[in-house]
């Protein structure tokens, strides 16, 4: 890797104001002729400064997870193979960079400190069930990617979950993944409160990240959780428990499979996609749970109509819960407690519905609109949420939510607005 200027070394890096200017020179030295690029996750301290002066590029995101910082520290780098690492890690690296792997993970060769072992072998669990493999550190950060392994894994997962999820990428596209152990220290983590709190984020973190991920309008890798709205239906009627069920897995094969298609025309356009298996079975499902085709049709429009409306963190949920207050019904209480728990967690991009989430709930709203509606009233509806449907397709409802003074308000309350 050293004399070569075509790779970058990223360094993960929050609060280590104390050994980030060491991490900086000890990079320096060891790869003279790459870029050095400093992940700074929102430090309220003098890292990203002490970083600078070291003679760093400094990438700054508002501690949003490791793995958010990671992928903006690589957008700033420039192309090439990357050598990852953290910030209190002192050693020699190139090791990494030389062992001609596409993914090379660097091993302690003397490990000091740390828990009970909790995170770490779940973090192993979770890639022989995804990888068939077994790796002795499935959570280190100290990690050589070569263009093909960067092309696989970035954007990387959410959080602490980056690494677990690298790994999984890079192992189920073909590419030579390989442990390479070192003479390596870094800082002791204890088993008091602050240690076991970092390694419980490590572990939800990896649970997250080893499931179903997509990309949200930031281009990072979010996990999507929306199929747990499904929770929600426990006191439900037993027909629409099923039927909301059915269209959260409906949403979650969009979710894993869906191509480039946008809107409804590019999907019919292109007649054999999960879109086109939404826009079916949606309405089939809603006709069969309320036996009338024209309330299964109600139905179908509000999932999409709510799917359409989710495309910044807290939106759809917001939705959801203000317009299902509107039109209770009995035994769906479950699915608006469901999105309490959920909206915190969807407002701080730590997690995202995606089709599963926001097609389910918005089938639930389908489902109370219908319930006590006079056939008059249910066509009205049926109008309105079509009409809402054709105006979606045309124009951007996140672009006319803002230019609507208070309803923008009450969009942006509780979210993190910024701009990398």
């Not at 004399?3 to 609060?15: F, K, M, V, Y």
């Not at 520290?73 to 910030?87: I, N, V």
């Not at 493999?133 to 050589?144: I, V």
Request: glycine fraction near 12%; include cysteine; charged fraction near 25%.
């Amino acid at each position: 890797m050293a004399g070569s200027p075509r790779h970058s070394i990223l360094i993960a890096a929050r609060d280590e104001e104390d050994v980030i200017a060491r991490a900086v020179a000890q990079a320096r030295r060891t790869f003279p002729e790459a870029t050095i690029v400093v992940a700074d996750d929102g430090s309220r301290d003098a890292t990203a400064r002490r970083a600078r002066d070291a003679g760093a590029l400094v990438v700054s995101v508002p501690r949003l997870g490791k793995g958010e910082a990671l992928n903006a520290a690589e957008r700033a780098a420039p192309p090439g193979s990357l050598l990852l690492c953290d910030a209190d890690v002192e050693g020699d690296l190139a090791p990494l960079a030389q062992a001609s792997r596409d993914l090379a993970i660097g091993v302690f060769r003397v490990r000091v400190g740390g828990g009970f072992g909790v995170a770490k072998a779940a973090a192993r669990h979770l890639l022989e069930r995804r990888t068939a493999r077994t790796f002795r550190e499935p959570l280190s950060g100290q990690r050589y990617l070569s263009e093909r392994a960067l092309a696989a894994c970035f954007p990387l997962a959410s959080g602490f979950g980056c690494e677990v999820r690298m790994t999984i990428d890079a192992v189920q596209r073909g590419l030579d993944v390989g442990e390479i152990e070192l003479e390596l220290r870094h800082r002791r983590t204890g088993r008091d409160l602050a240690g076991f709190s970092h390694r419980g984020r490590q572990l939800v973190e990896a649970v997250l990240a080893a499931g179903p991920l997509a990309p949200n309008f930031r281009g990072n890798r979010i996990p999507v959780v929306g199929a747990t709205v499904a929770l929600g239906g426990l006191g439900a009627p037993r027909r629409i428990r099923y039927a909301v069920a059915g269209i959260a897995l409906i949403g979650l094969i969009d979710d894993l499979f869906a191509g480039p298609e946008r809107g409804w025309r590019g999907h019919l356009r292109s007649v054999n996609t999960t879109g086109v298996l939404k826009l079916v079975a949606i309405p089939i499902i809603g006709a069969v749970a309320t036996r009338s085709a024209a309330k299964g049709l109600v139905v179908g429009l509000a999932a999409n109509a709510l799917n359409q409306l989710d495309t910044r963190p807290g939106r759809a949920l917001k939705v959801f819960l203000l317009t299902s207050l509107l039109s209770p019904r009995a035994g769906c209480a479950g699915y608006r407690y469901v999105s309490v728990v959920l909206l915190p967690y969807d407002l701080r991009e730590r997690v995202m519905l995606g089709d599963a989430g926001s097609n389910a709930l918005g089938a639930v709203l389908g489902f109370q609109s219908v319930a006590r509606q006079t056939s008059v009233g249910r066509w009205t509806v049926m109008g309105l949420l079509a009409g809402l449907n054709v105006l979606g397709e045309r124009t951007s409802l996140g672009a006319l939510i803002e230019r609507l003074p208070g309803v923008r308000e009450v969009d942006r309350l509780g979210r993190r607005e910024y701009r990398l």
